[in-house]
């Protein structure tokens, strides 16, 4: 396992029966949750990851089969190979985090998540932005980090100065981010289509 391909392919193999009633986003959100967790009962990862009882089940099934999960009687925790495929996604993406009291873009309830060395493939972010709202979201923008500073290509160079408000420095120590890397900030009704969506954004560059 080396990174979100590998695990994405491990559920998205088809089996005999009707279609799945979870996405890429799904299950790549209930992954990245049980990888900052030491354990977490199954009823909750369902709730955290936005899915259904019997969504969830098949998702880890499918992760137990693959052995990158065990599941005991604390809870669900990743297995050795699972710990080491999340290190290696979080080497280029990192779980969505809640940002409270956040004005940066469209949306009620909003989350971010940082894409690492992407901000090279940012033209104007609107196709990031359109993943996230063909999800659910309301909207998503997405930010490059240029020397020290937040951008948006093509209208701001300095997006704190330009905007001022507490989330900026949430981001930093958040995500301590780097010249080049892209951080999406997505919006929605709820925290768990906020952070689905952000995702969903995020894939378009990876």
Request: aromatic letters at 4%.
């Amino acid at each position: 396992m080396t990174g979100v391909n590998d695990v994405l392919r491990v559920v998205e193999r088809r089996e005999q029966g009707p279609s799945p009633g979870f996405t890429r986003e799904h299950t790549l959100l209930a992954f990245l949750t049980l990888g900052a967790s030491k354990s977490v009962g199954r009823q909750t990862l369902a709730a955290e990851s936005g899915l259904g009882e019997g969504s969830m089940r098949t998702i880890l099934k499918k992760f137990r089969r693959a052995r990158l999960i065990e599941i005991g009687s604390a809870g669900i925790r990743l297995a050795d190979a699972g710990v080491r495929a999340n290190q290696a996604i979080l080497k280029s993406l990192t779980l969505p985090v809640v940002l409270h009291g956040s004005t940066l873009t469209l949306g009620k309830k909003q989350a971010g998540t940082l894409v690492r060395s992407a901000g090279g493939s940012i033209s104007s972010g609107i196709q990031q932005r359109d993943a996230a709202i063909r999800f659910g979201a309301d909207g998503a923008t997405t930010y490059v980090y240029r020397g020290d500073k937040f951008t948006v290509p093509g209208e701001s160079s300095d997006c704190e100065k330009d905007f001022p408000g507490k989330t900026w420095s949430t981001l930093r120590g958040e995500f301590g981010p780097r010249s080049g890397d892209a951080i999406i900030v997505c919006g929605a009704r709820d925290e768990t289509t906020a952070k689905l969506g952000a995702l969903s954004a995020a894939l378009t560059l990876l």
